[in-house]
DNA sequence: CGACAGAGCGACAGCGCCTGTCGCATCTCG
DNA sequence: CGAGATGCGACAGGCGCTGTCGCTCTGTCG
């Protein structure tokens, strides 16, 4: 078979969304990488040929720089299935107020894909509901609205971690009425807690580690520096060491008696592989298991008002009593 | 330009990946469909040529199916973009303790395709710290495993729910001991809980809705009999209808007490969009917002513990200080 | 068991698409 | 202003793609 057909799949391959762009040398040079030894001519030609049947499009510039259209819907190969694309719309709902908002935006271009996908299947099965009406997602949380930032700036912060540069962008600080400063940025790594993004770095030529706030963020633009890393950084140790304002706390062996209602769940969902169930009659369970004494675990604990009592251990069941005692006092 | 080539690239996208299969009579008439109109040789000659140098195989039966080999690395057009790469990482991290295993296999080959971008990006780029180390997560709430299911069953009740058919499978009960039931199943909308994915559907013949864990089902089967709806039967209200557990009251208007630093992050990702916050001194802050009164606003409210005091609607002040006072009670 | 319809596949000839080359116009940058 | 790079029209040759034909094999139905 002729190496033609593949050939023009590589290039569509090779040839990024808008805004990235690459010249018909870039590609020529790529494909003679691939063992596709053509000539420049042939690179002009393909491209002007693959227009005619794709969303890609020349900037016009010499030499042109030819890129897929902004809007331009891709597709996959193999296609989704209807089941993965199900389980995306089922995702989204479901994550929608537990993520940032930049953050989904990322995920678009795969959503519409799934949608589409999903209405070409409806199209063999009229009479069904329609998908929107198959997926539903009752939420765990309290939904709280994820706050709102600088698209532009958040995907400048993502390309400068990636290509490893510094990046130069406005920071408004947590305090409304600042000024918002302009920082020489060294990003490390990414962290997200609850529905907010944060970006590990070091600013300008200083050593200590700064969480900024991805939503604080505006005006950026990507430098020309090679970024550095402190020593011995590592952003998992640096997240487990407390520093994002949740501690790790050590693991301990927690003992607490739940309604019975309130520990279903728990059968099917364990704390932790070590996990014992243990019916105590009158509507009592008693559950054991091994976990890490975090923050978390006391605001799950609490969440459960009174219908969990912790027994052990007795650091954090006084803990416990400590905290009903102040509640009594605000209700008197 | 011949249409040969593209041609090829619509056939890739009609061949689905294993165990779909399609045969050259299908696939030749959907071709036709869309303008392409070749000999049947023609077809048999294309996929002979494209499976040279794509990994689609054929089953070797007659007539042939053909399908994207079940392991095949797929390929997107445009590709990937390294920032959305980065982010199905971070969204992985993120859901996975949140979400039914089986929903997360429905990701994996778009977290394969994730990392094979970041490490191609990588290589450009050496010296930076590896991809796995460029993302975090601090987890929002208390870390539950998520229970495991039978993937075959649970992707046998996605199928039939997208082609509106019923399917046969047995499910365990909650209770442990009893042996597993064989149902006749009408599917008629997903939901997720917690980590938990739910089967809204009717049985045999019997018109009352129930909900199905998914992870409970196993040994399952499609059937070719169609499904049905019962009439008026909307999956949104019949979630909001609190059927699942988890009442949606009606609005209220909250105000609440919180300890400052409790109340903080709520200025930037807010209860709803009428918010209001007030500095009341002393290290408080009064907080306002329009809010539904469902068992999550109070589990939310439960979880800050001492440092929210509810203040408005009575009822609700009423319900935290009976707590309160019960959670004394297990304390002394 | 036999007949028939449908599928797989090798062979072949002809058309037309793809390709490298050449030359000229245009653009960019020093 | 000039050198080097890029864009693109023209052209001829080669070979890849296509429909047709015929043979073989498989599965099905009576």
Redesign the interface.
């Given at each position: 078979?002729s190496e033609?057909?593949?050939r023009?799949?590589r290039m569509?391959?090779q040839?990024?969304?808008w805004p990235?762009r690459v010249s018909c040398r870039e590609l020529r040079e790529k494909l003679a990488a691939e063992g596709f030894d053509v000539s420049k001519r042939t690179v002009e030609r393909d491209l002007d040929?693959?227009s005619?049947?794709?969303p890609i499009v020349s900037d016009g510039a010499s030499p042109q720089g030819w890129s897929?259209s902004r809007e331009?819907r891709?597709?996959?190969?193999?296609?989704m299935?209807?089941?993965?694309a199900?389980?995306?719309l089922?995702?989204n709902?479901?994550?929608r107020p537990?993520?940032p908002n930049n953050?989904q935006s990322?995920?678009d271009?795969?959503l519409t894909r799934a949608r589409e996908i999903?209405e070409q299947?409806e199209k063999n099965?009229p009479?069904?509901?329609h998908w929107s009406?198959?997926?539903?997602?009752?939420?765990?949380?309290?939904?709280?609205?994820?706050?709102k930032g600088d698209a532009e700036a958040i995907?400048t912060a993502?390309?400068a971690?990636?290509?490893?540069c510094l990046f130069e962008a406005e920071y408004r600080a947590?305090s409304r009425d600042l000024e918002p400063k302009t920082y020489r940025i060294n990003p490390?790594?990414?962290?997200?807690?609850?529905?907010?993004?944060y970006l590990a770095c070091t600013l300008f030529n200083y050593e200590d580690i700064r969480l900024l706030?991805l939503?604080r963020l505006g005006k950026a633009r990507l430098l020309d520096e090679?970024?550095w890393?402190p020593k011995d950084f590592?952003?998992?140790e640096y997240?487990a060491s407390g520093a994002?304002?949740?501690l790790e706390g050590p693991e301990i062996e927690l003992v607490a008696d739940f309604e019975r209602d309130a520990a279903?769940?728990?059968?099917?969902?364990?704390?932790?592989?070590d996990q014992q169930l243990e019916e105590r009659g009158e509507d009592i369970t008693r559950v054991t298991a091994t976990v890490r004494n975090t923050r978390?675990?006391?605001?799950?604990l609490?969440?459960?008002?009174?219908a969990v009592?912790v027994i052990a251990p007795t650091e954090l069941?006084e803990e416990?009593?400590a905290?009903?005692?102040?509640?009594?006092?605000?209700?008197?």
């Amino acid at each position: 078979m002729s190496e033609t057909s593949i050939r023009y799949v590589r290039m569509l391959e090779q040839v990024a969304r808008w805004p990235r762009r690459v010249s018909c040398r870039e590609l020529r040079e790529k494909l003679a990488a691939e063992g596709f030894d053509v000539s420049k001519r042939t690179v002009e030609r393909d491209l002007d040929k693959l227009s005619r049947w794709f969303p890609i499009v020349s900037d016009g510039a010499s030499p042109q720089g030819w890129s897929w259209s902004r809007e331009a819907r891709g597709f996959e190969l193999p296609a989704m299935s209807p089941a993965t694309a199900l389980a995306f719309l089922l995702l989204n709902e479901f994550s929608r107020p537990l993520l940032p908002n930049n953050m989904q935006s990322f995920l678009d271009e795969h959503l519409t894909r799934a949608r589409e996908i999903l209405e070409q299947t409806e199209k063999n099965q009229p009479g069904m509901s329609h998908w929107s009406e198959l997926v539903a997602v009752v939420p765990r949380s309290q939904p709280l609205l994820p706050p709102k930032g600088d698209a532009e700036a958040i995907r400048t912060a993502y390309d400068a971690l990636l290509e490893g540069c510094l990046f130069e962008a406005e920071y408004r600080a947590a305090s409304r009425d600042l000024e918002p400063k302009t920082y020489r940025i060294n990003p490390l790594g990414l962290i997200l807690r609850d529905n907010v993004l944060y970006l590990a770095c070091t600013l300008f030529n200083y050593e200590d580690i700064r969480l900024l706030a991805l939503h604080r963020l505006g005006k950026a633009r990507l430098l020309d520096e090679p970024g550095w890393s402190p020593k011995d950084f590592q952003l998992r140790e640096y997240v487990a060491s407390g520093a994002v304002d949740v501690l790790e706390g050590p693991e301990i062996e927690l003992v607490a008696d739940f309604e019975r209602d309130a520990a279903r769940h728990l059968s099917e969902s364990p704390l932790s592989e070590d996990q014992q169930l243990e019916e105590r009659g009158e509507d009592i369970t008693r559950v054991t298991a091994t976990v890490r004494n975090t923050r978390q675990l006391r605001w799950w604990l609490h969440g459960f008002g009174a219908a969990v009592e912790v027994i052990a251990p007795t650091e954090l069941r006084e803990e416990m009593a400590a905290n009903a005692r102040a509640l009594l006092k605000h209700y008197g």
